[in-house]
């Protein structure tokens, strides 16, 4: 299954229609699980929004990064907002798909630097950064807060999730880390 035709249901709302169902919930989960798996393991380009064309690698996080549905009011928002030469700061980068739009609105000309103190996100963002031929960001393994020193960073299974102890323990916690503070 692509990802074209998985965005083709989102954009029906297919999915919601089936699982209003309570005996079809488990079945729409189960498939859309195994379905968008292979899709969220591998470099995509990104189908619409101002990402249009970009590659990214999920690994592991929303589908909608890939579809260029997700946080559309911010890409809109980053789309009239951030222009070339511009300097952008992307605090809790995650995957990158944020770095990635920023750098490409920002140009050569610009600056962005993300902030994510995860190390496999570090290392995803980086790679995401290579699948589109950005040189152009700063990126620093680090979180920001408050005060400099170091924190427990409480890491989730949706890395989105993932954030300080110091403000909650997410849903699906998996493991603490001790990360940079700035």
Sequence with gaps: ????????????????????????????????TRLSRQLRSRPVEILAGPGRGMRIN?????????????????????????????TFFDIGANVGFVTILAARLVGPSGRVVAFEPVPANV????????????????????????????????????????????VSVPSGARESIEVAVR
């Design 1 to 32: 299954v692509s990802l074209r035709v998985l965005s083709w249901l989102i954009d029906r709302r297919f999915a919601r229609r089936i699982a209003s169902s309570p005996r079809s919930q488990t079945i729409v989960r189960g498939a859309w």
């Design 58 to 86: 999920l690994h592991g996080s929303a589908v909608a990064f890939a579809t260029g549905t997700a946080e559309r009011p911010l890409q809109d928002a980053l789309q009239r907002e951030v222009k070339p030469g511009a």
């Design 123 to 166: 290392a995803a963002i980086r790679e995401n950064l290579e699948l589109n031929g950005i040189d152009w960001v700063d990126v620093r393994q680090t979180a920001v807060g408050r005060s400099s020193g170091s924190a427990t960073f409480i890491v989730s299974d949706v890395s989105a999730f993932s954030r300080l102890a110091s």
